[in-house]
């Protein structure tokens, strides 16, 4: 005998057909009843929870697929600020050492990198792309020596050589008690692995801090005033030192 479902929902006592009611037959004293639409209600209860489960697994998945995605989209976004970089001005603070200075940077491989501690000018370290001089006032002293590309990352690689050495890791939401909230973006070095490089950005995709890793100490530059291609004079990386200064050559 096939019932409608408001035949057969008079004979049944479950008050809730569509998602109670056995698949199949079900028994009411001597009679058998059966109800196309309790299998298409059943099917609809079995669709819902399996429904409910994807929906679950998308939200736990879904935010690191996503930004596994973002990070190559905010890479390239910052690959493509930084490539053909002719020059570049900023100031910067490195937390918790008491130190801040300024870096100028122009193509290819000068730079001039001034460091002041306790408002005091503590070291400046230029070079040319020939020369490298590393002054110190409170010693009296310069080295003079042979700029090494291959050296440990520093800050004017960071933004002179962006597109030259990183590839994106991974983006990640992180709050810092100094920074606030931020996007950090995780940069591996090529051919270095055991190097890495964290971008602090705010919601414009400005690069608030930089942080590095240098074996067990890590360091991290938050960045003022970036300012990209603005004229610099070529006789900002050269150096003359002072008449009282011991000039130590390992050229």
Known sequence: MWLTYDEAR?????????????VGKRRYGRRTYRSTTTWRFIGFSVNRRIY????????????????????????????????????????FTILNKGLSGSLLVASPNKFRLELMKDKQLDRIIISNGQNLWNYSPKEKQVVLSTPNTSEQLDL????????????????????????????????????????????????KLQIKAVGFANGSENLLYRIQRLQLNVP????????????DVEVIDLR
């Not at 004979?11 to 056995?22: M, T």
């Not at 935010?63 to 570049?88: A, I």
């Not at 990183?166 to 973006?185: A, D, R």
Request: aromatic share 12%.
């Open 156 to 203: 004017q690689n960071v933004f002179a050589d962006f597109e030259k050495i990183f590839v994106p890791i991974s983006l990640s939401k992180e709050n810092n008690s100094q920074l606030g909230s931020n996007l950090t973006l995780l940069l591996g070095v090529k051919n270095e692995p055991n190097q890495k490089v964290k971008l602090y950005l705010d919601n």
């Open 10 to 22: 008079r004979n049944c006592h479950c008050y809730s057909l569509q998602y109670r009611c056995y």
């Open 52 to 91: 409910r489960f994807v929906t679950l697994l998308a939200i736990i998945l879904l935010p690191g697929f996503l930004f596994s995605l973002e990070k190559d989209k905010v890479f390239e976004q910052l690959r493509l600020r930084f490539s053909g970089l002719n020059s570049l001005k900023l100031q």
């Open 232 to 243: 610099i004079k070529t006789i900002t990386f050269e150096f003359k030192p002072p008449k």
